[in-house]
């Protein structure tokens, strides 16, 4: 499954991998593999940003915004109506364009 393009707040720090391949046992939707005895990031846009990569990554390689990110709230705009808010601000205002 993906979700919206570009818009994930995931970022993976290949240099940081030690290769424990925790990152692709925990993640739901495959965003990791791995290739050469190190993780590798396939697709960012297939990320939900549940962040069990990061909670499970014990070399800080991988961090993410949990419960953010425009993906959610254009998701949430949809399913329940209204503008997208993923209200980053804490004051309920857009910032997905």
């Known amino acids: 499954m993906k979700y919206l393009a570009n818009v994930s707040t995931l970022q993976f720090f ?3 991998c030690t290769g424990c391949g925790r990152c692709v046992e925990v993640c739901p939707h495959g965003v990791f593999e791995m290739r050469d005895k190190r ?3 396939i697709d ?4 939900m940003e549940c ?8 070399f800080n390689a991988i961090t993410v915004n949990t419960g953010v990110g425009c993906a959610a709230a254009i998701i949430n705009s949809l399913i329940y ?4 808010s993923c209200d980053c601000s804490g004051t309920g205002s857009s910032c997905c364009g």
Not at 44 to 47: M, T, V
Not at 52 to 58: I, L, P, Q
């Open 81 to 84: 109506g209204g503008a997208p």
């Open 14 to 16: 290949s240099d940081k």
């Open 51 to 58: 962040g069990a990569c990061a909670k499970n990554c014990e």
């Open 39 to 41: 993780a590798n990031l």
């Open 44 to 47: 960012r846009d297939r990320c």
